[in-house]
């Protein structure tokens, strides 16, 4: 299995777009199949080492990643969203 963790910095991290941003991240759940676990949460302590957002997705095989970072809703819908409200994007991916 592998584990693809993502942590968005917002450039304007009203509670507005951080939630919505968030929500958007939790609607790829049912829209692409080869996800296998799927969970986005709100940064509580906001600090300023904190990032506002972060996103976990468990995927069967590397493959299934890589056809999830093209797949249409991910690459259409999602990607240009938190690219567009995003200040920093950090990426973490494992086996697990």
């Keep these: 299995m592998i584990t693809h963790i993502v942590f968005f910095k917002l450039a304007d991290p ?5 939630e919505e941003t968030a929500l958007l991240l939790r609607s790829m759940e049912g829209e ?3 996800l296998r676990h799927l969970e986005a949460g709100v940064d509580v302590i906001r600090s300023a080492r904190s990032y506002d957002v972060a996103l976990v997705t468990k995927f ?3 493959e299934d990643l ?7 809703y991910h690459a259409d819908t999602v990607v240009p969203h938190v690219r567009s409200v995003s200040e920093s994007i950090v990426t973490v991916d494992y086996e697990s």
């Design 14 to 18: 009203t509670r507005e777009n951080v």
């Design 32 to 34: 692409i199949p080869l």
């Design 66 to 72: 890589q056809a999830y970072q093209v797949h249409p």
């Design 60 to 62: 069967d095989s590397l």
